[in-house]
């Protein structure tokens, strides 16, 4: 089955403890994302990647980081996590850069606790 | 200013009913417009894109874009309970890879 899939689903820690939430897809994208999803401000991207060390800040960058070694995974890396990045956080890829054809495919969603 | 509006509802609406979702942007030179939904517990999943201007039919659900009004919709007929969801309009640019979406309407189709 074609998917993207993220992990952990569910994650509360503690302010300033770094961690990584995986994102591996299966269909071959060289588009992939990371969005924040927040009530009222609706999703926004954090970084995206082009291609294999091909990355590149979105409207969000601030306190992410994300590496592509690998065509199919895309961790997106909180360094110093604070509470303001408690959130709701989805990876996309798509087969043309900008999703109009295929669409993106999101992940099911990560749902962040900074305490 | 946003740059794409959307009422985030939440539209409550029997089973049956014509639902209308709606969404105005400031920047003109969006060329592609695009419906996601999302179900709770899930990530957004395309249902229709249009470019540029014009109608765009798939089923019960039917794309609309005005882009004199800077204005899209989407209507559903005869809705079910399996819509339930919310509904994110979403366009981009023609010359750029960036997706802007809305901040997503919450529809609920009682039986």
């Known amino acids: 089955e074609a998917q993207v899939t993220q992990n952990p689903r569910y994650l509360i820690t503690v302010t300033g403890k770094k961690l990584t939430v995986t994102c591996s897809q299966n269909?071959?994208?060289?588009?992939m994302s990371w969005y924040r999803q927040d009530p009222g401000l609706g999703l926004r991207q954090i970084y995206y990647?082009?291609?294999?060390?091909?990355?590149d800040k979105g409207d969000v960058p601030e306190g992410y980081k994300v590496s592509r070694k690998e065509k199919r995974n895309f961790p997106l890396i909180l360094e110093s996590p604070s509470p303001n990045q408690t959130s709701l956080y989805f990876c996309?890829?798509?087969?043309?850069?900008?999703?109009?054809?295929?669409?993106?495919?999101f992940g099911s969603g990560t749902r962040l606790t900074v305490v | 200013q946003k740059e794409v509006e959307q009422d985030p509802g939440p539209l409550s609406v029997p089973e049956g009913a014509i639902v209308s979702l709606n969404c105005t942007y400031s920047?003109?030179?969006?060329?592609?417009f695009m419906w996601y939904r999302q179900y709770s517990r899930k990530g957004p999943e395309l249902l229709m894109y249009?470019?540029?201007?014009g109608n765009k039919e798939d089923g019960r659900f039917t794309a609309q874009v005005d882009k004199s009004s800077k204005y899209i919709s989407l209507f559903i007929r005869d809705s079910q309970p399996s819509d339930s969801a919310t509904y994110l309009c979403?366009?981009?640019?023609?010359?750029?890879?960036?997706?802007?979406f809305g901040t997503g309407t919450r529809l609920q189709v009682f039986p």
């Open positions: 996309a890829s798509t087969r043309d850069v900008r999703g109009i054809l295929s669409g993106y495919t």
């Open positions: 269909m071959n994208h060289e588009y």
């Open positions: 990647s082009m291609n294999v060390e091909v990355t």
């Open positions: 920047n003109s030179a969006f060329q592609y």
């Open positions: 249009t470019y540029s201007s």
């Open positions: 979403a366009m981009s640019l023609h010359n750029t890879d960036k997706l802007i």
